[in-house]
């Protein structure tokens, strides 16, 4: 994985290149941003550069056996933690990143880094309730393999991605090596919500935040696959909103299901919330409550979207709104509700929602409090 292979993020691989130029490595790094916008193939291509025996040009060579055992995230002095688990785990089994590591290998692979965590966890078969964790057990296998001396590169770097997955035994017993590791020894942290980490893990890492990809990046991607009008290539990267999954699932054809859902969803909340139907929302909130979690933090992600773009329309400002078709129609009418007044409340009702599921609430709880509490921040503001 070289930063040539990275979508867009120009400035912060020139930044990246410039840290290891002048000797300037942080011993723990946490790259923030979402799947989409490339902070795990980015935090591998800064790797793969720290590493190479023969870079130039501002990027690693490729060819030698350095870059070639990193691109296959086979190299042995580079190591991996991930969340993992299994359907039909015994009771006291234990369940390792090592385990999954080829399986890891070949999604990081097929989809050339850029996949989010349902995509993982889909390929571990975990259905609809069970998600992936790294587990204290796991924690310690991280100590011991960065206990013994560096193969080959300079560096012992361990890699985890979405550590905000770990429990708070697992991230206490990492606090220490973090604060003091040893000599040439390099954490990398991946992961697409900081906010779940430990304050303590936050004030031991240097965070590189890795913003959404330019609009025009995603444009000249869209018409690279393929995409020969201009403003439908404009339109599908505004769409996107800087993340190049989306932007792949919208090419496909794919996000469409998913977001009609998640529009319809989101149209009976508004409807029910300003009509004060508090006991059909209570049904509303047992429907949401039956989807995958990833896919409740996709309807979050979604209504937030939804409010934004109403709250531009309120706000006179529609030239900047991204919507269309039924979307744009229902938002038209629905922008009254929503303004100075309420926007931030909402926003922050819907990142609160989005947390508690994060660290596996009921869902059940967790939406009949939200759709209750949204209804009364529904009303007409003139």
């Known amino acids: 994985m070289r930063f040539a292979d990275i979508i867009g993020q120009d400035e912060l691989k020139r930044h990246l290149i410039q840290s290891v130029d002048t000797g300037r490595v942080g011993h723990a790094q946490l790259f923030s941003g979402q799947a989409g916008t490339g902070a795990l193939p980015l935090a591998v291509a800064y790797v793969q550069y720290l590493c190479c025996r023969h870079r130039h040009d501002g990027d690693s060579c490729g060819e030698c056996p350095d870059c070639q055992q990193i691109a296959a995230l086979a190299h042995p002095d580079l190591h991996w933690a991930f969340p993992v688990n299994k359907q039909g785990k015994k009771s006291g089994e234990i369940v390792l990143s090592d385990q999954f590591l080829p399986l890891f290998r070949e999604l990081f692979a097929e989809r050339n880094g850029y996949f989010s965590p349902q995509e993982w966890y889909d390929r571990l078969d975990l259905g609809k309730t069970l998600k ?24 012992k770097i361990m890699l985890i991605w979405l550590p905000e997955t770990m429990n708070e035994e697992a991230a206490n017993k990492l606090l220490k090596i973090l604060e003091e590791p040893w000599e040439k020894t390099l954490f990398l942290l991946v992961s697409e919500e900081p906010a779940l980490l430990l304050p303590t893990i936050l004030s031991r890492t240097q965070e590189v935040h890795v913003p959404r990809i330019a609009p025009e990046v995603l444009e000249e991607t869209a018409r690279a696959q393929g995409v020969d009008d201009p403003l439908k290539a404009r339109n599908l990267a505004r769409l996107a909103d800087g993340n190049l999954l989306t932007l792949r699932r919208l090419l496909a054809g794919e996000n469409d299901t998913v977001q009609r859902e998640n529009f319809s969803l989101f149209c009976t ?11 059909e929302l209570i049904g509303w909130a047992e429907e949401v409550a039956q989807l995958a ?49 309420n926007i931030e409340p909402l926003v922050a009702e819907i990142e609160r929602a989005m947390m508690q599921i994060s660290r596996n609430g009921n869902p059940t709880i967790v939406f009949t409090h939200f759709a209750l509490t949204v209804s009364k921040m529904i009303k007409r503001l003139g």
């Open 269 to 279: 909340l508004m409807r029910l919330s300003y009509n004060d139907k508090h006991l």
């Open 132 to 155: 992936g964790a790294i587990a204290a057990r796991e924690a310690e296998e991280i100590i011991r393999k960065l206990s013994f001396k560096s193969f080959e590169s300079e560096y």
């Open 293 to 341: 979690r990833e896919q409740q933090r996709a309807f979050l992600r979604d209504m937030a979207r939804l409010l934004r773009e109403s709250f531009i329309l309120h706000a006179g400002i529609s030239s900047v709104c991204y919507l269309w078709g039924e979307e744009l129609a229902f938002c038209t009418k629905f922008a009254p509700f929503v303004g100075t007044d």
